[in-house]
């Protein structure tokens, strides 16, 4: 069954990426068949060659009419045979070589192809030890290709040795593959729709992913909506929430991404070819919502921080933050949130409601989420969103997008602190060392000053006691560099001074 009819549930943008990845893997193993077959088969080539290459007829047919006329063909098939033997491949040697090209050609004209074409596809709500069982027989078949592989390889150096090589490869299983090797294995996809109460899914991905196996999580999200209590406080946060699960599990490659997010076909490809379990966060669209108003939403979802986008790499850095990337989220104003992104969701119409009268109580929600419990008392929060009238309305917000903006807030402040960008210890850290660099700069102009008001004065001193001088020695007739230079100087600095 086509890949695109087993996995309903997941975007379109995810499709094309495995299409893609797909593609790409099936080439550059059909290559490494291709090349390694080719291998054996002039191992083969050339054994044969050592075994029966001197024998009479095959000189005759080498040589032609003139070695049948002028040579001694059986006593020089004689000759060159008795060298032979030696060359030839030992009898368990040419049994191994011509099992393991059979066996290459036939996975390359079946298995290969089946596992290329399509990748294994479960759902997140099968029962969790089945996944595990298929996630296991998926990554045994690969490694049973990339096993053959190595071994012919082996064979085609000549590096092959039986005593050492046979027990290496008689248990070899995905757990021996490189990650070079792993990143050409065809992914196997868990999917998963996530809605407003994801709490459940999101621990069983994180029990699934701490497995170590290589899985694949595609995690789809249409609504952004989330689901809290009606006590809940929105200075607060208490949900689980997908973009943290780095800080858990720091061996699982993470990516949030959106089709609005720059780089985003190859940074799914890098997802979903990354060594290691990896969880895929991904927006998706609407039922009837046509690309061009998902990806207006998409950008809008971003640039209010109600969808970052976040990569994580543990293969990028030895250090945890150095793993983090949030360089594609674009800039975004600072009272942009996540409640002005949902006055303008038709699923979030029922949260905002006009106020019954104008009233010096309504404050921004920006401004709202930044008063105390106390200070919030009496105060209306609200966004203003434009009217028929193309003026700017207030609107008041519901506790529950209240509470999600606060919850995005947090989470996308926390995010810049893990990653670097704008973290409180860097930044006093930064600010102590402007402040110290700022005297020491005050103090390095003030001494440059000085020095040049010095040196200026003191030029002028010597050019009126030059002049001086020259005037003395014109009317007196005394050689110029006989009178005392610095004493007029002297002279000029006393007089200054009375």
């Known amino acids: 069954m086509p890949f695109k009819e087993r996995a309903l549930c997941m975007e379109s943008q995810l499709h094309q990426?495995?299409?893609?990845?797909?593609?790409?893997?099936?080439?550059?193993?059909?290559?490494?068949?291709?090349?390694?077959?080719?291998?054996?088969?002039?191992?083969?080539?050339?054994d044969e060659y050592h075994r029966h290459g001197h024998d009479e007829p095959q000189l005759e047919q080498a040589l032609g009419p003139f070695g049948s006329t002028n040579l001694d063909?059986?006593?020089?098939?004689?000759?060159?045979?008795?060298?032979?033997?030696?060359?030839?491949?030992?009898?368990?040697?040419?049994?191994?070589?011509?099992?393991?090209?059979?066996?290459?050609?036939?996975?390359?004209?079946?298995?290969?192809?089946?596992?290329?074409?399509?990748?294994?596809?479960?759902?997140?709500?099968?029962?969790?030890?089945?996944?595990?069982?298929?996630?296991?027989?998926?990554?045994?078949?690969?490694?049973?290709?990339?096993?053959?592989?190595?071994?012919?390889?082996?064979?085609?150096?000549?590096?092959?040795?039986?005593?050492?090589?046979?027990p290496l490869f008689e248990h070899f299983n995905w757990r021996q593959l490189s990650p070079a090797e792993l990143r050409l294995c065809p992914p196997f996809l868990v999917t998963a729709c996530l809605d407003s109460e994801s709490g459940p899914q999101l621990r069983k991905f994180m029990s699934l992913l701490e497995s170590r196996k290589p899985i694949k999580i595609a995690a789809t999200r249409s609504t952004l909506r989330k689901t809290y209590s009606p006590t809940a406080d929105p200075s607060v946060p208490a949900t689980l929430a997908v973009e943290m699960l780095p800080l858990a599990m720091r061996g699982v490659y993470f990516l949030q991404t959106c089709v609005a997010a720059p780089d985003f076909s190859k940074r799914l490809f890098e997802a979903l070819t990354a060594p290691r379990p990896s969880l895929l966060s991904l927006l998706a669209q609407k039922d009837g919502e046509d690309e061009g108003a998902f990806f207006l939403r998409a950008e809008r979802a971003m640039h209010s921080r109600a969808?970052?986008?976040?990569?994580?790499?543990?293969?990028?850095?030895?250090?945890?933050?150095?793993?983090?990337?949030?360089?594609?989220?674009?800039?975004?104003?600072?009272?942009?949130?996540?409640?002005?992104?949902?006055?303008?969701?038709?699923?979030?119409?029922?949260?905002?409601?006009?106020?019954?009268?104008?009233?010096?109580?309504?404050?921004?929600?920006?401004?709202y989420l930044k008063h105390t419990r106390h200070q919030r008392v009496g105060k209306l929060p609200c966004v203003y969103s434009p009217g028929d009238d193309e003026k700017s309305h207030p609107k008041l917000v519901s506790q529950a997008v209240v509470t999600q903006t606060s919850d995005q807030i947090h989470l996308w402040k926390t995010l810049q602190e893990i990653a670097g960008v704008d973290n409180p210890y860097v930044n006093s850290a930064k600010a102590t060392l402007k402040a110290?660099?700022?005297?020491?700069?005050?103090?390095?102009?003030?001494?440059?000053?000085?020095?040049?008001?010095n040196a200026q004065s003191q030029h002028?001193?010597?050019?009126?006691?030059?002049?001086?001088?020259?005037?003395?020695?014109?009317?007196?007739?005394?050689?110029?560099?006989?009178?005392?230079?610095?004493?007029?100087?002297a002279i000029g600095l006393s007089s200054q001074k009375d």
Request: charged fraction near 30%; proline fraction near 3%; glycine fraction near 4%.
């Open 460 to 489: 002028e001193q010597v050019a009126t006691a030059t002049a001086v001088r020259n005037i003395v020695a014109h009317f007196t007739g005394v050689d110029p560099s006989e009178i005392d230079l610095e004493n007029l100087m």
């Open 73 to 166: 063909l059986a006593s020089l098939s004689e000759v060159l045979s008795d060298s032979a033997p030696s060359r030839c491949l030992q009898e368990d040697r040419l049994q191994r070589v011509r099992q393991l090209l059979e066996k290459l050609e036939e996975i390359k004209e079946t298995g290969s192809t089946a596992l290329f074409t399509s990748p294994s596809v479960v759902d997140i709500e099968e029962d969790e030890t089945a996944i595990h069982e298929k996630a296991e027989e998926h990554l045994n078949q690969m490694a049973d290709i990339f096993r053959n592989l190595r071994i012919a390889q082996l064979e085609i150096r000549s590096k092959y040795e039986a005593s050492i090589h046979d």
């Open 436 to 453: 110290e660099f700022g005297v020491e700069q005050k103090a390095i102009v003030e001494r440059l000053q000085k020095d040049m008001t």
């Open 17 to 46: 990426a495995i299409d893609d990845l797909l593609r790409h893997h099936y080439s550059a193993l059909e290559k490494a068949f291709d090349e390694t077959i080719r291998g054996l088969k002039n191992l083969l080539g050339v």
């Open 307 to 367: 969808f970052p986008a976040v990569l994580y790499d543990p293969d990028l850095d030895g250090g945890f933050v150095s793993c983090f990337d949030l360089s594609a989220n674009p800039e975004s104003e600072s009272d942009y949130t996540f409640a002005d992104f949902a006055c303008g969701e038709k699923e979030f119409s029922e949260d905002f409601t006009e106020p019954e009268t104008a009233s010096g109580d309504l404050v921004p929600i920006s401004d």
